[in-house]
């Protein structure tokens, strides 16, 4: 059970630096849901490809991303996105965005799918019934999962699925 939670933390906290990224990107844009579109091999591969810059970008600012980020490096990660195929950082992050959206269901030793709503409210079930886990933290995982849970999609391009199996291990490999 606790290393199964730490699994769905761990895909919260990746969908949570996906969306700020995306927030931080749409300037404007009026929402922060992803778009879902349907993956290409192509895509995924560039993904995979494209961690390690774009991480070792992100790690240049100081604490988490600000609501806008600074002109420098914005351009440093459209460099990025395009030096693995992308149009720019937009194109990137979105692809992410759906990658991550899949990649919440995917259990990571049976690698069986569950869409994001019904995982989450497994999770939600889980972390109510564990009585091991401290009033406060139960609470604060109890209300980010509620979260999660009021913004979760169900897939709408199966074949996501199946192309984000493929790449899991990569993909994971590349989040730690």
């Given amino acids: 059970m606790q290393q199964r939670l730490g699994v769905t933390i761990a ?6 630096l996906v969306h700020v990224s995306s927030a931080a990107m749409a300037q404007g844009a009026g ?13 995924v591969q560039g993904v995979i490809a494209a961690q390690k810059d774009v991480a070792a970008i992100f790690d240049k600012l100081q604490g ?12 440093e990660l459209d460099a990025a996105a395009k030096k693995h ?4 950082f937009n194109d990137y992050d979105e692809v ?3 990658i991550t959206m899949v990649m919440t269901g ?3 030793k049976t690698k069986a799918f569950t869409e994001p709503a019904a995982a989450i409210q497994k999770e939600i079930a889980d972390v109510t019934a564990d009585k091991t886990i401290p009033a406060q933290d139960k609470k604060q995982m109890l209300e980010e999962l509620n979260e999660a849970l009021k913004s979760a999609q169900p897939i709408q391009f199966p074949g996501n699925i199946e192309l984000v199996k493929k790449y899991y291990d990569k993909i994971d490999a590349g989040l730690n």
């Fill in 106 to 108: 995917i259990d990571p």
């Fill in 96 to 98: 992410v965005g759906n």
């Fill in 11 to 16: 895909a919260l906290v990746a969908a949570a």
């Fill in 64 to 75: 988490p991303p600000p609501d806008e980020l600074p002109p420098k490096v914005l351009a």
């Fill in 31 to 43: 929402h922060s849901d992803v778009r879902q579109i349907e993956l290409t091999e192509k895509q």
């Fill in 85 to 88: 195929g992308f149009k720019d």
